[in-house]
């Protein structure tokens, strides 16, 4: 599995056998460069525009910058050389052999979870993302979620004094001591500290008490300092705070699936729940939120409700992050729990916080029955093509994985959301470019080019 992905992943290669327990090559120090100037030659592009692939070709890297791409055929040969006027060249610091390998843009994924803890490093986390070429990652908590440890953690990577792809935070938005976080002005002032901290983005679990005066005054704060705003949509929070809604009054994006059912409810306000249904439950949670997709009104769903997402993507610079991977063990959970990496890669930690455990967060597959599996793979159908009619109507739509939850693990998550992205396409209709499926949007609007292939980003 390694090996395939290895394959692709050129300027990850080295580091993905470090990670692995694999000897690196001689000579070949874990870490190096940015080198003044660096050339990998003979390799096979994939640039990310949606373009085909192409090759083979010398990539002329200058410090941390691509200077130049030339394709390796006779021709181009030829015209290097009258280039050059027959003079000699410097030769580079770095020559990577390419031949028979690819190289392409690293992968962004847009929805992380740094959840070390005294058994997990985070080393395992980051090498994990690294060997599957995901480059940046969007984190929402490194460890406790302390804001300011997280940009500290961000600013380390920046500098190169550790091995992480890098890292734009979001931390949650969380109430407890400070009465600032309840009320609009009280928010705007937190959201400016965030800022002067080095903060990227917030991130909200949201409530009904946040909405709408706290959230407008957080959304309004953060664009005003160009950060973005991921919320998660709670299902206690749902009505009336609903996807359009939350994507309206200035969310950038929208994490998972919750709240677009909702929005197209016509002939009730709420889901229909079961008479036992407990909330804090979380079998009975986890089992009902895919059962709303089986009440949405289809026909509102692919209208107004794809309309009104695409106007605040229009407005707001809304973009939709489903996570589609991390719900798969919903409906298969054998699957989720035999995938064939686990017994080489799932730190033995973290796959005992994956089973049965009611003091655990999200591991609730106690009497995981296969009627709860149908109705959660009916319920993924009706999601995927809906998510997929609004990609195909111009509506952005990333890759986050949510990845050490429910039996999926770093990096592989990634790989996964993007073959569900994949899976969701209907009608016959080809996949679009990758970008599409938000490899290489920059995910915070940072300058330095990173990223975007296609002109949009995301916040
Ligand atoms: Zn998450």
Same mark, same amino acid.
């Given at each position: 599995?390694?090996?395939?992905?290895?394959?692709?992943?050129?300027?990850?290669?080295?580091?993905?056998?470090?990670?692995?327990?694999?000897?690196?090559?001689?000579?070949?120090?874990?870490? *190096?460069?940015?080198?003044?100037?660096?050339?990998?030659?003979?390799?096979?592009?994939? #640039?990310?525009?949606? *373009?085909?692939?192409?090759?083979?070709? #010398?990539?002329?890297?200058?410090?941390?910058?691509?200077?130049?791409?030339?394709?390796?055929?006779?021709?181009?040969?030829?015209?290097?050389?009258?280039?050059?006027?027959?003079?000699?060249?410097?030769?580079?610091? &770095?020559?990577?052999?390419?031949?028979?390998?690819?190289?392409?843009?690293?992968?962004?994924?847009?929805?992380?979870?740094?959840?070390?803890?005294?058994?997990?490093?985070?080393?395992?986390?980051?090498?994990?993302?690294?060997?599957?070429?995901?480059?940046?990652?969007?984190?929402?908590?490194?460890?406790?979620?302390?804001?300011?440890?997280?940009?500290?953690?961000?600013?380390?990577?920046?500098?190169?004094?550790?091995?992480?792809?890098?890292?734009?935070?979001?931390?949650?938005?969380?109430?407890?001591?400070?009465?600032?976080?309840?009320?609009?002005?009280?928010?705007?002032?937190?959201?400016?500290?965030?800022?002067?901290?080095?903060? #990227?983005?917030?991130?909200?679990?949201?409530?009904?008490?946040?909405?709408?005066?706290?959230?407008?005054?957080?959304?309004?704060?953060?664009?005003?300092?160009?950060?973005?705003?991921?919320?998660?949509?709670?299902?206690?929070?749902?009505?009336?705070?609903?996807?359009?809604?939350?994507?309206?009054?200035?969310?950038?994006?929208?994490?998972?699936?919750?709240?677009?059912?909702?929005?197209?409810?016509?002939?009730?306000?709420?889901?229909?729940? =079961?008479?036992?249904?407990?909330?804090?439950?979380?079998? #009975? &949670?986890?089992?009902?939120?895919?059962?709303?997709?089986?009440?949405?009104?289809?026909?509102?769903?692919?209208?107004?409700?794809?309309?009104?997402?695409?106007?605040?993507?229009?407005?707001? !610079?809304?973009?939709?992050? =489903?996570?589609?991977?991390?719900?798969?063990?919903?409906?298969?959970?054998?699957?989720?729990?035999?995938?064939?990496?686990?017994?080489?890669?799932?730190?033995?930690?973290?796959?005992?916080?994956?089973?049965?455990?009611?003091?655990?967060?999200?591991?609730?597959?106690?009497?995981?029955?296969?009627?709860?599996?149908?109705?959660?793979?009916? *319920?993924?159908?009706?999601?995927?093509?809906?998510?997929?009619?609004?990609?195909?109507?111009?509506?952005?739509?990333?890759?986050?994985?949510?990845?050490?939850?429910?039996?999926?693990?770093?990096?592989?998550?990634?790989? &996964?959301?993007?073959?569900?992205?994949?899976?969701?396409?209907?009608? !016959?209709?080809?996949?679009?470019?990758?970008?599409?499926?938000?490899?290489?949007?920059?995910?915070?609007?940072?300058?330095?080019?990173?990223?975007?292939?296609?002109?949009?980003? *995301?916040?």
């Amino acid at each position: 599995m390694l090996k395939k992905l290895g394959v692709q992943l050129l300027l990850a290669w080295s580091l993905a056998w470090t990670a692995f327990g694999q000897t690196p090559q001689k000579n070949e120090p874990e870490q *190096a460069g940015p080198y003044g100037s660096l050339v990998i030659r003979g390799v096979t592009i994939i #640039d990310g525009s949606g *373009a085909p692939a192409f090759g083979p070709a #010398d990539v002329f890297v200058r410090g941390n910058r691509i200077a130049r791409v030339a394709l390796t055929d006779a021709i181009t040969r030829e015209e290097e050389k009258v280039e050059a006027g027959g003079g000699k060249r410097a030769a580079p610091d &770095r020559v990577i052999d390419g031949k028979g390998m690819y190289v392409m843009p690293g992968i962004v994924d847009l929805h992380a979870h740094i959840n070390f803890n005294k058994d997990v490093p985070a080393e395992y986390i980051y090498k994990l993302y690294l060997g599957h070429g995901v480059t940046t990652i969007r984190a929402f908590n490194y460890g406790e979620g302390d804001p300011k440890r997280m940009v500290e953690e961000k600013k380390k990577i920046a500098a190169n004094q550790m091995i992480a792809p890098r890292m734009y935070v979001y931390p949650f938005w969380r109430g407890g001591a400070d009465p600032r976080y309840s009320n609009a002005e009280g928010a705007k002032q937190i959201v400016d500290e965030w800022h002067a901290l080095g903060v #990227d983005g917030i991130k909200i679990l949201s409530k009904p008490g946040l909405w709408p005066d706290v959230f407008k005054a957080i959304a309004d704060e953060a664009r005003k300092n160009n950060m973005g705003v991921a919320v998660h949509i709670a299902q206690d929070g749902v009505y009336p705070m609903n996807a359009v809604r939350v994507a309206t009054d200035g969310a950038t994006t929208i994490e998972h699936h919750y709240g677009y059912s909702e929005s197209s409810f016509t002939n009730q306000t709420i889901q229909d729940l =079961p008479a036992d249904y407990n909330y804090s439950n979380e079998a #009975d &949670r986890f089992l009902e939120t895919g059962r709303v997709w089986l009440q949405a009104d289809l026909g509102r769903l692919h209208g107004d409700v794809i309309n009104s997402l695409l106007d605040a993507m229009h407005s707001n !610079g809304f973009v939709m992050d =489903p996570t589609f991977s991390i719900y798969e063990a919903n409906r298969d959970v054998t699957r989720a729990v035999n995938l064939p990496w686990h017994s080489e890669y799932t730190h033995p930690a973290v796959m005992n916080s994956f089973l049965p455990n009611p003091s655990h967060h999200a591991s609730y597959f106690f009497e995981w029955t296969s009627n709860k599996e149908a109705d959660w793979a009916r *319920a993924y159908r009706i999601w995927m093509d809906f998510v997929n009619d609004y990609k195909n109507q111009g509506g952005i739509v990333a890759v986050g994985s949510d990845s050490g939850f429910l039996f999926s693990i770093w990096g592989f998550g990634t790989i &996964r959301e993007l073959e569900l992205g994949d899976d969701s396409r209907s009608n !016959g209709k080809r996949r679009e470019g990758a970008a599409e499926s938000g490899v290489g949007i920059d995910p915070a609007g940072l300058p330095g080019g990173y990223g975007s292939t296609n002109g949009k980003s *995301a916040r």
